[in-house]
């Protein structure tokens, strides 16, 4: 499996670590209700098809990306970095 | 026996070999298989369940039957087709899974056992009763399980990992292969052909069509000369492409030197590819399948495409008097090269009634059947049944074809199935199995020679539309024999007795049906049940077959029945050439600090933590055990001054006009007022509210700090660091960058610490200039570094920085002046026991569970801001009095034992799980005590300090009576760190 760095290019997988979905990114207020921070830390969809997911270049740039990966095909459909898509985020709301 | 003027061997060049203790002669371009039917020899092996004499049966890696050990000592390998290994000078090989000889072979008595040993015996006969599994059942089986055996030596052979890109990859180097690898070459992309074999051409070296005016093996090597001439062709013969895996990577084995004897001085045996390709043609052919009938697996018997192949391309005719037997045209070459080149062709005999023989000049029977074999060693005959009736013709060599079977294996890696095609009775792949990947030739379902060239034609086009390349305007191609494929479906001749589908395996006719008979009718049961496919060819030869009779069994249609799955490596992989280069030392990656060589000469035994190595303690003349060097260490620090190397520590450089607000964020207490100048403890949590690391980090300027963490966490603490700045607040202005290898640093410990450091720096330093929790830049002998008066040890303490490459003349330094000073070196497990006394944590507390709360820092947990953690670490549960926390340990009596792992329990309570209210996590001799301590965790333990538990460890049978107290043992007021 290869993943497009948008910092490096398309490097072989073991180059990048991986974390999980991307919904790490939306870190409820501190003053939240409990059941959004238990959405935040436990509550994870398990799609078949598309989904969206934190990798590190870790053994490269050090760029942390949101890739869009399909669970069943592994194709991946996209990828940026978690920084411009936490900018956007904060636009958007 | 040789066949005169056959054959693109090279018969200028003998090459002697050995098999079973005797030498053979060959010639250059032999394979083990070849030469030895050469030399008359079609014994080869014993098959794994019944020990049955076997020979050869194909000419390829599909091989299941001729399976030998090469090699001898520790770089013997079992398990080698002899139609794969190449014969070079000197070779050794030998016959396995027989004993004491392959002639004469004692298990071959499993064949007489043979009614009671068939599909399901293993599961039905090992039953019961139930304690005869670990003692009879398990050994006997294992005895007499496993084909060819390891050395049990350290494999002394290299072995490589390599890499290569590619625009185009083309797997199979036939006649499709090589047009496609041709026209895409011309077109100017970047192109690998990869062929399993030696010799690149597939068929076209065991054919004797005609390819243009030259024979199919010139044409090939002319094709061949053209692409390795050009720079964008990278050719890869002995490589086997072993699997298709997601995003356009393939594995590939090649056999660099298993051709040569060369071994050892950096030449590796093999080495394991990884090809990034951007498309890739899959031209890897076809594989002939045999024809069920009763004791069709005598030596001697094999495809009619092998029996081919060994003619045209070795120029050996693998009998005097062959016959061939088949259900399609193909078969028909067979008899007809070999009676060309002047064997005997006992007889065609073809199961269709209505086929139609050309150029016949031997014996043809049509509608006919071959029903038995005689002979046991070797085919001595065969029984045909005709309209007439049986008949026995005197024969030692019989070629089968039950027609071809794509290798459709790559398209299965990514969960791909193939597709049935009645026409030709056989799986083809079904388009779009692997992303990126066209499929010509043969494993298309495309068969005659000149229909394959012109698809591999095709298929390069495709890819290059695919790789946004113009395709040469046009290709031209060769006359090439273009006569249809015509067969009818003949999986297994009617009759009694054993016929055999799965050569390698001992998986016949009757098992299948057995199995279909005892309900294991999907294809995978059935599979499971009688292990047909599940030997090392995977059932190349024998599978489609296999599943044609299941289907037939259970009244279905093959489509219905459906096919097992292929799964990497289409050909077996010795790990150790997967693993490349992870043997021993290269098994992961080691760290030295600085001090390393000096330490290791100083006879300290060296500590993996985790990739660091570290010295455990120091010894010294005289002393016998490690405890008296820690303790001595210990003395050091307590009373005079020791060194340690604190390098392994991680250490983050943070930069930016919001570096103290990322702290404060990862941080539970401030560090936003901490003032320039200063160090500060702090404890980070993960968001779910666990302790996830501590440590110290300094201000060195407004807008900079450097954080150190645990040795074990620095890692997952850096990437923590990015997370938090590029995911959570990408508006801050502030970048970490890791400075671990940069610095060496040393720990000054005890009361001459000052003094120690007064004889050394370039400015002397007193307690007001530098008091407890100060740091800053220092020179030391003219090098700029830093010093930080921190302790791990409580006493009074420093860390002396240093850029790395002055790292080991500091080291010396510090060490020989704290000789000097009646102190010296201390290891891990003096620094260990110094932080016990004091109370201080590792991830032997912090291990994952742990809280701020359960260590007793719940008030560090700033109520002025956010932070990670924060919101979760205030969970009811997680601030519960009655949790597990923090306490000392000591024994009621002085010579009481703790140990670690422990569990804690009321006085009074039985020592059982249910009752468990904690557990020790770190435990060592005081010297300082004069006894045992340790820190542990225990329900409600802050309140109740001065009661008396009892520790018990069932695993190592101790049992003793400890009282709860304070975790700090010594100095609780701090004075010494201070003074
Ligand atoms: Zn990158």
Same mark, same amino acid.
């Given at each position: 499996?290869?993943?497009?760095?948008?910092?490096?290019?398309?490097?072989?997988?073991?180059?990048?670590?991986?974390? &999980? !979905?991307?919904?790490?990114?939306? /870190?409820?207020?501190?003053?939240?209700?409990?059941? =959004?921070?238990?959405?935040?830390?436990?509550?994870?969809?398990?799609?078949?098809?598309?989904?969206?997911?934190?990798?590190?270049?870790?053994?490269?740039? &050090? !760029?942390?990306?949101?890739?869009? /990966?399909?669970?069943?095909?592994?194709?991946?459909? =996209?990828?940026?970095?978690?920084?411009?898509?936490?900018?956007?985020?904060?636009?958007?709301? | 026996?040789?066949?005169?003027?056959?054959?693109?061997?090279?018969?200028?060049?003998?090459?002697?070999?050995?098999?079973?203790?005797?030498?053979?002669?060959?010639?250059?371009?032999?394979?083990?298989?070849?030469?030895?039917?050469?030399?008359?020899?079609?014994?080869?092996?014993?098959?794994?369940?019944?020990?049955?004499?076997?020979?050869?049966?194909?000419?390829?890696?599909?091989?299941?039957?001729?399976?030998?050990?090469?090699?001898?000592?520790?770089?013997?390998?079992?398990?080698?087709?002899?139609?794969?290994?190449?014969?070079?000078?000197?070779?050794?090989?030998?016959?396995?899974?027989?004993?004491?000889?392959?002639?004469?072979?004692?298990?071959?008595?499993?064949?007489?056992?043979?009614?009671?040993?068939?599909?399901?015996?293993?599961?039905?006969?090992f039953m019961w009763p139930k304690r005869f599994w670990e003692a009879v059942y398990e050994p006997v089986i294992r005895k007499a399980a496993g084909l060819g055996a390891l050395s049990g030596q350290n494999n002394p052979d290299t072995y490589e990992r390599a890499y290569a890109f590619c625009d185009l990859l083309v797997i199979g180097a036939g006649p499709a292969g090589l047009m496609a690898a041709l026209t895409a070459a011309r077109a100017g992309a970047d192109v690998i052909l990869a062929d399993e074999d030696s010799l690149m051409g597939g068929r076209l070296n065991a054919e004797s069509g005609a390819v243009g005016h030259?024979?199919?093996?010139?044409?090939?090597?002319?094709?061949?000369?053209?692409?390795?001439?050009?720079?964008?062709?990278?050719?890869?013969?002995?490589?086997?492409?072993?699997?298709?895996?997601?995003?356009?990577?393939?594995?590939?084995?090649?056999?660099?030197?298993?051709?040569?004897?060369?071994?050892?001085?950096?030449?590796?045996?093999?080495?394991?590819?990884?090809?990034?390709?951007?498309?890739?043609?899959?031209?890897?052919?076809?594989?002939?399948?045999?024809?069920?009938?009763?004791?069709?697996?005598?030596?001697?018997?094999?495809?009619?495409?092998?029996?081919?192949?060994?003619?045209?391309?070795?120029?050996?005719?693998?009998?005097?008097?062959?016959?061939?037997?088949?259900?399609?045209?193909?078969?028909?070459?067979?008899?007809?090269?070999?009676?060309?080149?002047?064997?005997?062709?006992?007889?065609?005999?073809?199961?269709?009634?209505?086929?139609?023989?050309?150029?016949?000049?031997?014996?043809?029977?049509?509608?006919?059947?071959?029903?038995?074999?005689?002979?046991?060693?070797?085919?001595?005959?065969?029984?045909?049944?005709?309209?007439?009736?049986?008949?026995?013709?005197?024969?030692?060599?019989?070629?089968?074809?039950?027609?071809?079977?794509?290798?459709?294996?790559?398209?299965?890696?990514?969960?791909?199935?193939?597709?049935?095609?009645?026409?030709?009775?056989?799986?083809?792949?079904?388009?779009?199995?692997?992303?990126?990947?066209?499929?010509?030739?043969?494993?298309?379902?495309?068969?005659?020679?000149?229909?394959?060239?012109?698809?591999?034609?095709?298929?390069?086009?495709?890819?290059?539309?695919?790789?946004?390349?113009?395709?040469?305007?046009?290709?031209?191609?060769?006359?090439?024999?273009?006569?249809?494929?015509?067969?009818?479906?003949?999986?297994?001749?009617?009759?009694?007795?054993?016929?055999?589908?799965?050569?390698?395996?001992?998986?016949?006719?009757?098992?299948?049906?057995?199995?279909?008979?005892?309900?294991?009718?999907?294809?995978?049961?059935?599979?499971?049940?009688?292990?047909?496919?599940?030997?090392?060819?995977?059932?190349?030869?024998?599978?489609?077959?296999?599943?044609?009779?299941?289907?037939?069994?259970?009244?279905?249609?093959?489509?219905?029945?459906?096919?097992?799955?292929?799964?990497?490596?289409?050909?077996?992989?010795?790990?150790?050439?997967?693993?490349?280069?992870?043997?021993?030392?290269?098994?992961?990656?080691?760290?030295?600090?600085?001090?390393?060589?000096?330490?290791?000469?100083?006879?300290?035994?060296?500590?993996?933590?985790?990739?660091?190595?570290?010295?455990?303690?120091?010894?010294?003349?005289?002393?016998?055990?490690?405890?008296?060097?820690?303790?001595?260490?210990?003395?050091?620090?307590?009373?005079?001054?020791?060194?340690?190397?604190?390098?392994?520590?991680?250490?983050?450089?943070?930069?930016?006009?919001?570096?103290?607000?990322?702290?404060?964020?990862?941080?539970?207490?401030?560090?936003?007022?901490?003032?320039?100048?200063?160090?500060?403890?702090?404890?980070?949590?993960?968001?779910?509210?666990?302790?996830?690391?501590?440590?110290?980090?300094?201000?060195?300027?407004?807008?900079?700090?450097?954080?150190?963490?645990?040795?074990?966490?620095?890692?997952?603490?850096?990437?923590?660091?990015?997370?938090?700045?590029?995911?959570?607040?990408?508006?801050?202005?502030?970048?970490?960058?890791?400075?671990?290898?940069?610095?060496?640093?040393?720990?000054?410990?005890?009361?001459?610490?000052?003094?120690?450091?007064?004889?050394?720096?370039?400015?002397?330093?007193?307690?007001?200039?530098?008091?407890?929790?100060?740091?800053?830049?220092?020179?030391?002998?003219?090098?700029?570094?830093?010093?930080?008066?921190?302790?791990?040890?409580?006493?009074?303490?420093?860390?002396?920085?240093?850029?790395?490459?002055?790292?080991?003349?500091?080291?010396?330094?510090?060490?020989?002046?704290?000789?000097?000073?009646?102190?010296?070196?201390?290891?891990?497990?003096?620094?260990?026991?110094?932080?016990?006394?004091?109370?201080?944590?590792?991830?032997?507390?912090?291990?994952?569970?742990?809280?701020?709360?359960?260590?007793?820092?719940?008030?560090?947990?700033?109520?002025?801001?956010?932070?990670?953690?924060?919101?979760?670490?205030?969970?009811?549960?997680?601030?519960?009095?009655?949790?597990?926390?923090?306490?000392?340990?000591?024994?009621?009596?002085?010579?009481?034992?703790?140990?670690?792992?422990?569990?804690?329990?009321?006085?009074?309570?039985?020592?059982?799980?249910?009752?468990?209210?904690?557990?020790?996590?770190?435990?060592?001799?005081?010297?300082?005590?004069?006894?045992?301590?340790?820190?542990?965790?225990?329900?409600?333990?802050?309140?109740?300090?001065?009661?008396?538990?009892?520790?018990?460890?069932?695993?190592?049978?101790?049992?003793?009576?400890?009282?709860?107290?304070?975790?700090?043992?010594?100095?609780?007021?701090?004075?010494?760190?201070?003074?």
């Amino acid at each position: 499996m290869r993943i497009e760095c948008p910092m490096c290019g398309s490097r072989d997988r073991r180059e990048f670590y991986y974390q &999980g !979905a991307a919904v790490m990114l939306a /870190r409820p207020d501190p003053q939240a209700h409990e059941a =959004d921070w238990e959405a935040y830390l436990h509550l994870r969809e398990n799609p078949a098809g598309p989904t969206r997911e934190l990798w590190q270049h870790d053994g490269g740039c &050090g !760029a942390w990306l949101v890739v869009t /990966r399909d669970t069943v095909s592994h194709q991946i459909s =996209d990828t940026q970095l978690a920084a411009d898509v936490k900018r956007a985020m904060g636009k958007a709301s | 026996m040789r066949v005169a003027g056959k054959g693109v061997i090279d018969r200028s060049k003998a090459v002697s070999f050995s098999f079973d203790g005797r030498r053979y002669s060959g010639f250059a371009g032999d394979t083990v298989a070849s030469a030895l039917l050469a030399n008359g020899v079609s014994l080869m092996g014993r098959s794994f369940k019944y020990h049955r004499p076997r020979g050869v049966l194909s000419a390829g890696s599909e091989e299941p039957n001729a399976l030998i050990t090469t090699g001898t000592g520790a770089g013997q390998e079992p398990n080698v087709r002899a139609t794969v290994q190449e014969i070079y000078e000197g070779l050794v090989t030998r016959s396995q899974n027989a004993w004491p000889s392959l002639d004469f072979d004692v298990m071959a008595v499993n064949d007489l056992a043979a009614p009671f040993l068939g599909a399901g015996f293993y599961y039905k006969t090992f039953m019961w009763p139930k304690r005869f599994w670990e003692a009879v059942y398990e050994p006997v089986i294992r005895k007499a399980a496993g084909l060819g055996a390891l050395s049990g030596q350290n494999n002394p052979d290299t072995y490589e990992r390599a890499y290569a890109f590619c625009d185009l990859l083309v797997i199979g180097a036939g006649p499709a292969g090589l047009m496609a690898a041709l026209t895409a070459a011309r077109a100017g992309a970047d192109v690998i052909l990869a062929d399993e074999d030696s010799l690149m051409g597939g068929r076209l070296n065991a054919e004797s069509g005609a390819v243009g005016h030259q024979s199919g093996a010139v044409w090939a090597a002319g094709i061949v000369a053209q692409l390795s001439a050009m720079d964008n062709v990278r050719l890869m013969s002995r490589t086997t492409v072993t699997g298709a895996y997601d995003g356009g990577m393939y594995g590939a084995l090649e056999r660099v030197n298993q051709h040569t004897g060369i071994r050892g001085a950096g030449a590796p045996l093999e080495a394991f590819w990884r090809i990034s390709a951007r498309h890739s043609i899959l031209a890897a052919g076809a594989l002939e399948r045999p024809i069920a009938f009763r004791n069709n697996d005598r030596p001697g018997i094999m495809t009619a495409g092998a029996v081919r192949a060994y003619l045209n391309r070795w120029g050996v005719a693998p009998g005097k008097r062959v016959a061939v037997f088949g259900n399609n045209d193909d078969a028909h070459r067979t008899a007809r090269d070999l009676a060309a080149a002047g064997v005997h062709v006992v007889a065609l005999i073809d199961s269709r009634p209505d086929a139609v023989i050309e150029g016949a000049t031997f014996p043809v029977f049509k509608g006919a059947q071959v029903c038995n074999s005689g002979g046991r060693k070797a085919l001595e005959s065969i029984t045909i049944r005709t309209d007439s009736g049986e008949e026995a013709l005197q024969v030692d060599c019989l070629a089968m074809s039950g027609g071809w079977n794509p290798t459709v294996h790559l398209t299965c890696h990514m969960n791909g199935r193939p597709s049935w095609r009645e026409d030709i009775q056989a799986f083809v792949p079904t388009p779009g199995s692997i992303p990126d990947m066209t499929v010509a030739g043969a494993c298309n379902g495309v068969f005659s020679t000149r229909a394959c060239l012109s698809d591999g034609v095709e298929a390069a086009r495709t890819a290059l539309g695919a790789l946004g390349r113009k395709a040469p305007a046009e290709m031209a191609l060769p006359e090439a024999e273009d006569t249809p494929y015509a067969l009818s479906p003949l999986w297994a001749v009617a009759g009694a007795g054993r016929a055999w589908l799965d050569f390698q395996n001992d998986v016949s006719v009757k098992d299948i049906k057995q199995a279909a008979a005892e309900n294991f009718s999907s294809v995978e049961h059935m599979k499971r049940y009688t292990t047909q496919g599940m030997a090392t060819d995977q059932g190349k030869n024998s599978n489609v077959a296999a599943l044609a009779i299941l289907a037939d069994a259970t009244g279905r249609g093959i489509p219905q029945t459906g096919t097992t799955t292929f799964r990497p490596p289409y050909a077996p992989v010795a790990i150790a050439a997967m693993g490349a280069g992870a043997q021993g030392h290269g098994f992961a990656p080691e760290r030295h600090t600085t001090s390393h060589k000096r330490s290791v000469a100083m006879g300290a035994p060296m500590i993996e933590a985790g990739l660091w190595y570290r010295p455990s303690y120091f010894p010294k003349a005289g002393e016998t055990t490690w405890q008296q060097s820690c303790d001595r260490e210990v003395g050091y620090v307590r009373k005079a001054v020791g060194i340690c190397d604190v390098s392994t520590l991680g250490k983050i450089d943070i930069q930016g006009p919001d570096a103290a607000r990322l702290l404060d964020f990862v941080y539970t207490n401030m560090f936003s007022t901490l003032p320039v100048g200063r160090v500060r403890y702090g404890v980070m949590l993960r968001e779910d509210g666990t302790v996830m690391d501590d440590g110290t980090t300094a201000r060195l300027g407004a807008e900079h700090f450097v954080m150190t963490t645990t040795t074990a966490a620095a890692g997952n603490v850096m990437r923590h660091l990015e997370f938090v700045c590029q995911a959570l607040h990408p508006e801050w202005e502030v970048s970490c960058t890791s400075v671990t290898e940069q610095w060496a640093q040393f720990a000054v410990a005890g009361p001459m610490a000052r003094a120690l450091l007064n004889g050394m720096l370039d400015k002397p330093i007193d307690n007001e200039s530098w008091p407890f929790m100060a740091c800053g830049d220092v020179q030391l002998g003219g090098v700029a570094g830093r010093l930080f008066r921190i302790s791990f040890s409580g006493e009074h303490a420093y860390e002396i920085a240093v850029p790395s490459r002055y790292g080991a003349a500091a080291f010396d330094a510090l060490l020989g002046r704290a000789e000097q000073m009646g102190g010296g070196a201390y290891g891990m497990e003096a620094l260990n026991v110094l932080r016990i006394e004091k109370g201080f944590i590792t991830h032997a507390e912090i291990e994952g569970r742990a809280t701020a709360f359960d260590i007793g820092m719940a008030r560090m947990i700033s109520a002025k801001k956010d932070c990670i953690g924060k919101t979760m670490a205030a969970r009811p549960g997680l601030v519960d009095a009655l949790r597990p926390q923090l306490v000392g340990l000591k024994p009621v009596e002085p010579g009481g034992r703790l140990t670690a792992g422990a569990h804690l329990f009321e006085r009074e309570a039985p020592a059982i799980r249910e009752n468990s209210k904690g557990h020790v996590s770190s435990v060592c001799y005081s010297p300082e005590l004069g006894m045992m301590i340790g820190l542990g965790f225990f329900a409600a333990g802050p309140a109740r300090h001065a009661e008396v538990i009892r520790l018990v460890d069932h695993l190592r049978k101790v049992e003793t009576e400890v009282e709860i107290c304070h975790p700090v043992f010594l100095d609780p007021q701090g004075e010494r760190a201070r003074g």
